[in-house]
């Protein structure tokens, strides 16, 4: 009873006090930490939020990008640059607010990229493997399709007289680009699809929505050519359609505006004030990952700078536009079971967000950066401040070892290729016994090919289930708060822009 | 009569799944960074090491078919094998390894080394369309 009237009084108390200035009597007042964040406090009392309509929306996937990527990017980001990692912001770190994001599906506890992606541009989670569909269609179900379409967002925004745009460094035919145009129920009919339903591909330069995208800008060019015809970078390389079109040929048919490209010499020699619709397929496939991109025999542009190319082609638009920006191989290499490539993708991906701020308006212009899931990745032990990321755990400088005697690393992961016990080989039906854990201490574990050891063997790490950040920043960005269901970023795009609304 | 499985624990406990040709001073140890100057462009070291005996330390992607004498060493374990998944997304840099010998998959993340005859140039397979750049021929591997 004298405790609760005592907290009674110190509400009391405090409700009298709020406002006023931190007491300067405080032993700890001088503390710069202290300070820190009570400056950082006043910059959150001062914000105001913006009640506009959204002009243009970015909506940035970071693809797998689970929370302990982000904090462990932007270590590494600042430990690159000779600066403290752990108190180093990325241009996420900079977004006012911020929300966490249920991940699940219709039918799956951990998600792929396909539902998920599905459930920011249309507001609705459905199945596994399912793009633009509902929850009602089966995985693989084609006659199952029709009449189960959802509407994308960008699909508004093209009836609208907005324009569109999509990028990634992944296929631009894989789940989470094509999520804005595509509905099929498999993800994998990328450029082949049973009677009755079109392929992946072939969607996106049929699509009927508006004048269509003004930026396309990924990989994914095998996909859009016919498996007759040699790819013009990779030697012994042909595109991989059975139906013998080329649908970049099909693409550039559609008006003199219609532009199509797959080097950065074109890249850099594209005119975007000429009003040109663009698809640039840099690879047969997925695009280089940040940290191979230099060796890319046919040159390839940055997330950034692709980022940079698509807003200044969009800005012209006279009603405003919606553009996706996927950072889309976050997830292959962590996939793979490495953690150097999945961070340095993460760093490019937020290069490209720090550009978006850069070009737009906070006034006019929502920016969503988030992930579709997460990933087994985490970071563990007690390393020091400062010890390197990508490095063994070491304490007081000491490196620490694991009940086995041996050094382990600061990021490892639940699962994948870099699993501690054998596979089975090829014909093999009994597991090996299980050898001992590779000892680290002679092995230079921040190699960009160094694969983090793992728990449980599997070829390819696996996703997870834990929710993953929203981070906005804009008109209605406020509106982000708290848990919540990935689906309600298409709502709140659409109620920040008008799309979809009457 | 021991089983597979027997073969393979001896064998693993010998440290050899096939005949191991000794190492001898000519031979070079060639290292995955080392082989390409830049995506699709060998190596100065690489150029000058062909037709010379090298070894190389990697992983072996899970092989076609039972009965093959050909495997692909690659960088970094590989769980899907490249001749099968027509879509696989498998490092530009592999190199195919023709063995003397019908070989005995290892599993896909164990390391081995591989020591052979180094053999450049681009080249497609004509049973299994496979395209290769780097290879080693004449070729034997261990476990590392």
């Known amino acids: ?502 | 009569m021991p089983s597979r499985r027997d073969f393979l624990l001896l064998s693993a406990a010998a440290g050899l799944t096939f005949a191991v040709r000794p190492s001898f001073a000519a031979e070079t140890r060639l290292a995955f960074n080392d082989l390409y100057e830049r995506e699709a462009q060998l190596s100065a070291l690489t150029e000058a090491l062909t037709g010379q005996p090298v070894v190389m330390t990697g992983f072996m992607a899970p092989p076609l078919k039972a009965e093959a004498s050909f495997f692909v060493l690659t960088k970094t374990p590989l769980a899907v094998c490249p001749f099968c998944e027509t879509e696989a997304q498998w490092p530009d840099d592999i190199v195919l390894v023709l063995t003397r010998g019908i070989i005995t998959a290892v599993p896909f993340n164990v390391p081995i080394v591989a020591r052979g005859v180094l053999d450049t140039g681009f080249e497609i397979d004509p049973e299994t369309g496979f395209v290769s750049l780097i290879r080693i021929e004449d070729a034997t591997f261990a476990r590392a």
């Open chain 1, 1 to 502: 009873m004298l405790r609760h009237t005592a907290a009674l009084l110190a509400g009391v108390s405090t409700l009298g006090l709020a406002g006023a200035a931190i007491a300067q009597d405080l032993p700890q007042a001088n503390d710069s930490y202290f300070t820190s964040a009570a400056a950082d406090l006043e910059e959150i009392l001062a914000r105001q939020p913006i009640e506009g309509q959204a002009r243009n929306i970015i909506l940035f996937v970071g693809d797998g990008m689970s929370i302990p990527t982000t904090t462990a990017a932007r270590i590494l980001e600042g430990q690159d640059r000779g600066v403290d990692g752990e108190s180093n912001s990325l241009a996420v770190d900079t977004f006012p607010y911020v929300a966490l994001s249920r991940t699940y599906g219709n039918d799956a506890q951990v998600s792929d990229s396909a539902p998920t992606a599905t459930a920011m541009v249309s507001g609705v989670k459905t199945n596994a493997g399912i793009i633009g569909l509902n929850g009602s269609v089966a995985y693989q179900d084609c006659a199952a399709a029709a009449g189960n379409e959802v509407k994308t967002i960008f699909e508004m925004a093209e009836e609208a007289g907005w324009e569109t745009g999509i990028i990634s460094t992944a296929r631009i035919v894989h789940a989470t680009p094509a999520a804005a145009y595509a509905h099929t129920a498999d993800r994998n009919w990328e450029s082949s699809a049973p009677e009755g339903c079109r392929d992946i591909a072939a969607q996106l330069i049929e699509w009927p929505f508006g004048d269509g995208f003004e930026v396309v800008l990924g990989g994914g060019r095998n996909y859009f050519m016919p498996n007759t015809m040699a790819d013009p970078e990779d030697e012994g390389r042909t595109g991989n359609r059975q139906d013998g079109r080329d649908l970049t040929a099909e693409w550039t048919s559609i008006g003199n505006d219609h532009v199509f490209i797959w080097n950065a010499e074109q890249f850099a020699a594209l005119d975007l004030s000429a009003g040109q619709s663009i698809l640039g397929l840099f690879e047969g496939s997925h695009m280089e990952y940040e940290a191979d991109r230099e060796g890319d025999t046919g040159g390839e542009p940055s997330l950034a700078e692709m980022t940079a190319a698509a807003i200044e082609r969009l800005l012209q638009s006279e009603n405003g536009f919606v553009l996706m920006v996927e950072g889309g191989r976050i997830d292959h290499a962590h996939h793979a079971g490495n953690a150097a490539r999945a961070l340095y993708d993460t760093i490019a991906f937020n290069a490209a967000i720090q550009t978006a701020l850069d070009m737009t308006s906070r006034e006019d212009t929502l920016i969503v950066v988030t992930a579709d899931h997460s990933h087994s990745m985490t970071i563990n032990g007690y390393p020091d401040r400062g010890n390197p990321i990508l490095g063994v755990v070491r304490e007081g400088g000491e490196v620490v070892l694991a009940a086995d005697g041996k050094p382990f690393t600061t990021l490892s992961y639940a699962n994948g290729p870099g699993g501690v016990f054998p596979a089975l080989a090829d014909g093999q039906t009994e597991a090996e016994g299980a050898a001992p854990r590779q000892d680290l201490t002679d092995v230079d574990t921040t190699d960009i090919d160094y694969l983090q050891q793992a728990l449980v063997p599997i070829g390819s790490e696996t996703h997870t289930g834990d929710d993953v950040a929203i981070y906005a920043w804009g008109p209605w960005a406020h509106l982000f708060s708290g848990t919540v269901e990935q689906n309600l970023i298409y709502h709140v795009m659409s109620y920040a822009s008008g799309l979809g609304r009457e």
